[in-house]
C-alpha cells in the first residue's frame, strides 16, 4: 500500500569526530534497518562526523587560541567532501535496501573552496542517489564558530511513495520562512534532525506537525562523557567542563494533528520504527491548509532564492 510508509528513527551517537568509523557505523544501522524493512531511515544533525561539543568548553570564543585551532582542524579534517565520493557506500546500502535516506553530515564543500565546512542534511533516494543536500542557512550561536551559514539551494522536497518529504537542520526548523518554503512545495512529511536532547524536540516537533497538518520526524542522535575517543585533540581540557550527558536523544514522530505518534525517546540507542499512514495528512488538511485554502497569497507571499551560491562563477 503506497500511503503507509514505514520510517526508522536513527537514534545513535557518532565515533566522535572519526569519519571512517562513524561511516562504519551508520552503514550497521542501515542493514539493522533493513532487517525491520524500513523504508525511509533518518540519522541526526552533523551526525556524520559529530557535533561540535568542545565549542562550549573550551573557552571557543577566545580569539586566536591554538587548542579550538586544532580540535577545528581535526573536524574539517574529518567532514565529508561529496564529490570525493565519501558518502558512496551510504549510497550503495540505500540502493540494496530500497530504502530512502536522510543523513545529517559536516561538508566540506568543494563549490566553496574545500576548507569551510557546512551542517548539510543530505536526501538519498531509494535507489541510491543523492537528490538534496541543505546547507543549514543559519548556524545556532556558537556553531557560529566553526560552522559556515548555507543557502537555499537544498530547499527541496522529494517524492516517496505517496508521501513529499522535506527536512530543516535543527534551529532552522523553528525559521517560519523556510518552513512556509517547504510547505508550498507540497510537502506532507517533515523532518527535523537535531544534534540531540528532548529539550530540542519536544514542543517544535508537535507544532510543525499541527502547523502544516503534516507527520514530522525529529531525530536526535546520544553523546556521552564517555563517547569523546581518546586519540580527540586536547581531550581533557574538554573533559574538564563537559557534563556526563551531552545529548540525550528525543527522537519522536508527531501525527497531523499535533499529537505523539512516537513520544521522545531518550538514551536509547538504535533505530526505533514506525509505519505511517498517509491518509491521515488528507484527514487534517480538511480543516487547514497553510499553503492552500487557508492562505491568501493575494496579501502574502514568500519568494526563496535556491541559487547554490558561489564566491567565484568560471568563464572557460
Avoid at 565515533?15 to 562504519?24: G, H, N, R, Y
Avoid at 551508520?26 to 524493512?37: C, D, H, L, Y
Avoid at 574529518?78 to 530504502?99: H, P, V
Wanted: charged share 25%; aromatic share 8%.
Amino acid at each position: 500500500m503506497n500511503n503507509i510508509l514505514k520510517v526508522g528513527l536513527a537514534q545513535i551517537s557518532p565515533v566522535w569526530l572519526d569519519k571512517e568509523a562513524t561511516i562504519k557505523k551508520i552503514e550497521a544501522t542501515i542493514v539493522a534497518a533493513a532487517e525491520q524493512n524500513t523504508e525511509l531511515l533518518v540519522f541526526g544533525e552533523a551526525l556524520l562526523p559529530g557535533y561540535p561539543f568542545w565549542l562550549a568548553h573550551t573557552n571557543g570564543a577566545s580569539w586566536d587560541l591554538k587548542v579550538n585551532k586544532e580540535i577545528h582542524a581535526h573536524y574539517v579534517r574529518n567532514s565529508i567532501q561529496i564529490e570525493a565520493g565519501e558518502l558512496n557506500s551510504i549510497c550503495a546500502l540505500a540502493k540494496t535496501y530500497k530504502m530512502a535516506i536522510y543523513l545529517g553530515i559536516m561538508e566540506r564543500a568543494k563549490d566553496r573552496g574545500g576548507h569551510s565546512i557546512y551542517c548539510s542534511l543530505v536526501y538519498i533516494n531509494e535507489k541510491g542517489e543523492i537528490k538534496s543536500v541543505h546547507r543549514k542557512l543559519q548556524p545556532t550561536y556558537d556553531e557560529r564558530l566553526t560552522w559556515a551559514p548555507g543557502d537555499g539551494n537544498g530547499l527541496q522536497v522529494h517524492p516517496l511513495k505517496e508521501f513529499t518529504v522535506g527536512g530543516l537542520n535543527c534551529w532552522e526548523n523553528w525559521m517560519p520562512l523556510p518552513r512556509a518554503a517547504l510547505y508550498g512545495l507540497g510537502e506532507n512529511l517533515h523532518i527535523a534532525v537535531w544534534p540531540g536532547s528532548e529539550h530540542n524536540t519536544k514542543d517544535i516537533t508537535r507544532f510543525i506537525a499541527r502547523e502544516s497538518r503534516s507527520f514530522v520526524i525529529s531525530v536526535s542522535s546520544l553523546m556521552k562523557k564517555e563517547d569523546f575517543p581518546s586519540n580527540t585533540p586536547h581531550l581533557n581540557k574538554i573533559l574538564e567542563n563537559a557534563p556526563d550527558v551531552l545529548a540525550n536523544g528525543g527522537s519522536c514522530i508527531a501525527g497531523p494533528d499535533g499529537e505523539w505518534v512516537v513520544a521522545p525517546i531518550l538514551h536509547k540507542e538504535g533505530v526505533i520504527c514506525q509505519k505511517i499512514d498517509f491518509n491521515r495528512v488528507y484527514e487534517e488538511r480538511q480543516n487547514f491548509d497553510s499553503v492552500g485554502h487557508y492562505s491568501r497569497p493575494d496579501v502574502t507571499n514568500l519568494q526563496v532564492n535556491r541559487e547554490r551560491q558561489s564566491t567565484v562563477r568560471f568563464k572557460d
